[in-house]
Nanobody, 121 residues
Framework: QVQLVESGGGLVQAGGSLRLSCAVS????????MGWFRQPPGKEREFVAG????????YYGDSVKGRFIISRDNEKSTAFLQMNSLKPEDTGVYYC??????????????WGKGTLVTVSS
């Protein structure tokens, strides 16, 4: 069973930065594509960023392109989301997810419990 634990959320002012981490245990991390999703208050969950198992391919939602960076450290079994130039509309619960494929397709198999990010104006 794959377990994912997010950390790094919190309260930040608009224009600031946060770095989220997702520690993965239970299986061979470098065989899983990873993704970050978020759920703003009162809205549906949405795609933020994805990364292939090797880390060579990355994908971003339109609203975060140029501001967020997804990365991974396969030796530490951890995925990251660097969030810069944060806006109040980035507020939400951020979820880390793993896909049992090397290429990212968005069909996630495992999910973390989420970490709250609040961006104040």
């Amino acid at each position: 069973q794959v377990q994912l634990v997010e950390s790094g959320g919190g309260l930040v002012q608009a224009g600031g930065s946060l770095r989220l981490s997702c520690a993965v245990s239970g299986r061979t991390f470098d065989s899983y594509a990873m993704g970050w999703f978020r759920q703003p208050p009162g809205k549906e969950r949405e795609f933020v960023a994805g990364i292939s198992a090797s880390g060579r391919s990355t994908y971003y939602g339109d609203s975060v392109k140029g501001r967020f960076i997804i990365s991974r450290d396969n030796e530490k079994s951890t995925a990251f989301l660097q969030m810069n130039s944060l806006k109040p509309e980035d507020t939400g619960v951020y979820y880390c997810a793993a896909e049992g494929r090397r290429s990212y397709s968005g069909r996630m198999d495992y999910w973390g419990k989420g970490t709250l990010v609040t961006v104040s104006s």
